[in-house]
């Protein structure tokens, strides 16, 4: 089975959404991300929206903080039909197993409990960045795979990381639970504001269960054909 291209619907408003998503291919056969951009600006009835129409849904909220709160909100976010949905690791594992309660109450009986995935280090975070702002006495590689650690012992299903780390990640964690891996940049683009990147193909090789891009989609001058050269490289 191919594995999936995540696209991050990083758009903040509804001809953009319909522009790109006439271009992705049949909805059932897509994954897409929705983030802060998209859900700020359209709320909780374009997930549904979405995900009637048969879309898989990657809704990136990224919470982090008290294990209440978050338990209350991963609650919301599980009535909405969504496949996968993100908290940050560094907010602990008291917090990581609060919004996994929070999906496992929330989610309607006839429909499957989202996957949790743990965002560990942002890819936009580099070594310098780790040590001197963070101020993190780890290399980044074993920060990663602490966090990873602490979010499968609480119950998340998976972490966000950079593919660079996949490797080292299966051999500590092992192969039952995700690894989603964002900074993704085809050799002809440009990093952005992304640190730790790799080709789709670096990213299959390290073994990345699924991408997520968005820039490179999103902004080339024909986005159905970055979409499918991109998919065709990963799988
Ligand atoms: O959680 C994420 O999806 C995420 C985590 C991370 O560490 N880095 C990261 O880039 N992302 C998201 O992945 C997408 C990457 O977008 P591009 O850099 O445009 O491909 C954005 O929507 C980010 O919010």
Same mark, same amino acid.
């Given at each position: 089975?191919?594995?999936?291209?995540?696209?991050?619907?990083?758009?903040?408003?509804?001809?953009?959404?319909?522009?790109?998503?006439?271009?992705?291919?049949?909805?059932?056969?897509?994954?897409?991300?929705?983030?802060?951009?998209?859900?700020?600006?359209?709320?909780?009835?374009?997930?549904?929206?979405?995900?009637?129409?048969?879309?898989?849904?990657?809704?990136?909220?990224?919470?982090?903080?008290?294990? *209440?709160?978050?338990?209350?909100?991963?609650? #919301? $976010?599980?009535? !909405?039909?969504?496949?996968?949905?993100?908290?940050? @690791?560094? %907010?602990?594992?008291?917090?990581?197993?609060?919004?996994?309660?929070?999906?496992?109450?929330?989610?309607?009986?006839?429909?499957?409990?989202?996957?949790?995935?743990?965002?560990?280090?942002?890819?936009?975070?580099?070594?310098?960045?780790?040590?001197?702002?963070? *101020?993190?006495?780890?290399?980044?590689?074993? #920060? $990663?795979?602490? !966090?990873?650690?602490?979010?499968?012992?609480?119950? @998340?299903? %998976?972490?966000?990381?950079?593919?660079?780390?996949?490797?080292?990640?299966?051999?500590?964690?092992?192969?039952?639970?995700?690894?989603?891996?964002?900074?993704?940049?085809?050799?002809?683009?440009?990093?952005?504001?992304?640190?730790?990147?790799?080709?789709?193909?670096?990213?299959?090789?390290?073994?990345?269960?699924?991408?997520?891009?968005?820039?490179?989609?999103?902004?080339?001058?024909?986005?159905?054909?970055?979409?499918?050269?991109?998919?065709?490289?990963?799988?």
């Amino acid at each position: 089975m191919e594995k999936p291209v995540i696209v991050a619907l990083d758009v903040d408003n509804d001809q953009q959404l319909d522009r790109i998503l006439s271009q992705l291919g049949e909805p059932e056969e897509t994954t897409i991300k929705i983030g802060m951009e998209l859900f700020y600006h359209s709320g909780a009835q374009l997930i549904k929206k979405l995900a009637d129409q048969g879309y898989d849904i990657f809704l990136d909220l990224k919470m982090h903080d008290i294990p *209440n709160t978050v338990y209350n909100g991963t609650k #919301q $976010v599980a009535r !909405l039909g969504i496949k996968y949905t993100t908290v940050h @690791a560094l %907010g602990g594992s008291e917090m990581i197993h609060a919004a996994k309660q929070g999906l496992i109450a929330g989610t309607p009986n006839d429909k499957s409990v989202p996957k949790l995935l743990a965002v560990t280090e942002l890819t936009s975070i580099s070594d310098d960045i780790l040590k001197h702002e963070q *101020n993190c006495i780890l290399p980044m590689a074993e #920060q $990663v795979i602490s !966090l990873a650690k602490t979010a499968k012992n609480s119950g @998340a299903d %998976g972490v966000i990381c950079s593919p660079l780390e996949v490797q080292n990640l299966r051999k500590e964690i092992g192969d039952d639970f995700l690894y989603v891996t964002p900074g993704i940049r085809p050799k002809e683009n440009s990093n952005d504001d992304q640190k730790r990147t790799a080709t789709p193909q670096m990213a299959k090789e390290f073994g990345s269960s699924a991408i997520v891009v968005g820039r490179p989609i999103m902004l080339a001058s024909n986005p159905q054909q970055a979409y499918q050269a991109i998919k065709k490289e990963f799988n």
